[in-house]
């Protein structure tokens, strides 16, 4: 039998390991409230889980060569694994500060393991078709774990009752997968070494008005989004009485067609119109907010809410691209770390806000989350109007030199 390529293999451990997030972090919320945890508690907990994992990057960015990266990976699922076993048996046991503890950690790990799959890819490979390969592992298989754990749960199977618990049994399953495979991955031994940074990371990003402006609009797009839907199961289940089984089936079905929409967008929305891409996307979605707000109408929040989901991946796939490249090779590993810490910190902050409106309705969940669009909308349109002038001058600095070259040339 054929050797997988270590590549291969790392893909393969990331579909096992998103089949066991999408299984367990799907149901994670339901099994904090089945736990005597209320929607305030859940996303303060949450939101904690998010920052301490926002910490943790930027530590093991600083820390971590890619040399070291395949064992520190190794490490953390670990760790992860005996961190999960421990939530299984604390289940129904009121042992509040250790579930709390045990949350944060597993939120941190799979956070630390996520942004770390595909540096470690490098190490082996390093192309767009490979980043195309894990980007359509991680999203499938943790749709597909999503999709077993609304299929089994409440059902009767083999004489066992699957409850959330027993979700989390087989997302435990899953990661021992994950974990056997991680192991039986060879180190490589000719890592080359980035070319240090000139300066740091901070530093080159506010030296550069494109780039800070982008930093900002992630900070509050992703405060946004999960003020609006940071806690979506207790508010299908609870504000919508739909059974845990019909809530995973609906978001299932929608982040399928999401990923569609998202290739449809691809292909067809380039960002020649980025403003009409920023229109259909936010626009729509603030003004459907705004009038889920003001009409508090579950009809219009479910559209909301819908659109919201539909819509996820196509600004990403189309138009982040342009700043993502546009970072020198130097920083392109500590401003994607830079990154996903800065989006870390808003979405922590989101659903902060997102457990506080909750308890006063659902309305108010959208409606703050329409006021912090108004301020990502106007980024938004400010990132495509500086891009674009930007362009514009580098074209017209060119025709210049062109020009001056011409009379040299004549003269």
């Known amino acids: ?180 495979i991680m192991f039986n991955i060879k180190s490589c031994q000719t890592v080359q070494s980035n070319s240090a940074p000139k300066a740091s990371i901070v530093k080159y990003v506010m030296k550069n008005n494109i780039l800070k402006t982008y930093c900002i609009y992630i900070f509050i797009a992703s405060m946004a989004m999960q003020t609006g839907l940071g806690l979506k199961m207790l508010v299908l289940t609870n504000y919508f009485s739909f059974s845990e089984s019909v809530a995973t089936n609906y978001l299932v079905i929608v982040g399928l067609v999401c990923d569609l929409i998202g290739i449809l967008a691809l292909k067809y929305l380039t960002p020649k119109n980025d403003y009409i891409t920023i229109t259909i996307k936010f626009v729509i979605r603030f003004s459907l907010y705004t009038i889920a707000f003001f009409t508090d109408n579950l009809l219009i929040t479910i559209i909301a809410i819908t659109w919201s989901l539909l819509i996820g991946a196509a600004y990403e796939n189309i138009c982040d691209g342009y700043y993502i490249n546009a970072v020198e090779n130097e920083y392109q590993l500590t401003f994607t770390n830079f990154r996903y810490i800065i989006q870390y910190i808003g979405e922590a902050i989101g659903l902060f806000f997102c457990g506080l409106m909750y308890e006063k309705g659902l309305k108010y969940m959208f409606g703050l989350s329409a006021f912090f669009m108004i301020f990502q909308i106007t980024l938004a349109y400010g990132l495509i109007y500086m891009r674009k002038h930007k362009s514009s001058a580098v074209v017209k600095k060119i025709a210049k030199c062109i020009e001056r070259r011409k009379d040299e040339i004549s003269i």
């Open 1 to 180: 039998m054929k050797k997988l390529k270590s590549e291969n293999q790392i893909l393969l451990m990331l579909a096992f390991m998103s089949l066991s997030i999408g299984l367990w972090e799907n149901f994670r919320q339901l099994w904090l409230e089945d736990n005597g945890f209320s929607a305030r508690q859940i996303s303060n907990i949450t939101s904690i889980g998010i920052l301490v994992s926002a910490i943790g990057i930027m530590l093991t960015s600083k820390k971590i060569v890619l040399s070291q990266l395949k064992g520190f990976m190794s490490f953390i699922i670990v760790v992860k694994f005996f961190n999960l076993v421990g939530l299984y048996e604390l289940n129904h046991t009121m042992r509040r500060f250790c579930i709390d503890f045990l949350v944060v950690i597993d939120l941190t790990t799979s956070y630390l393991i996520t942004t770390s799959i595909y540096p470690l890819i490098t190490v082996f490979v390093k192309n767009n078709t490979i980043y195309s390969k894990r980007k359509l592992t991680e999203y499938l298989f943790r749709d597909v774990g999503i999709l077993v754990g609304g299929f089994l749960i409440g059902k009767t199977v083999v004489g066992v009752f699957v409850s959330y618990n027993v979700c989390l049994y087989i997302s435990i399953v899953f990661l021992v997968a994950a974990m056997l």
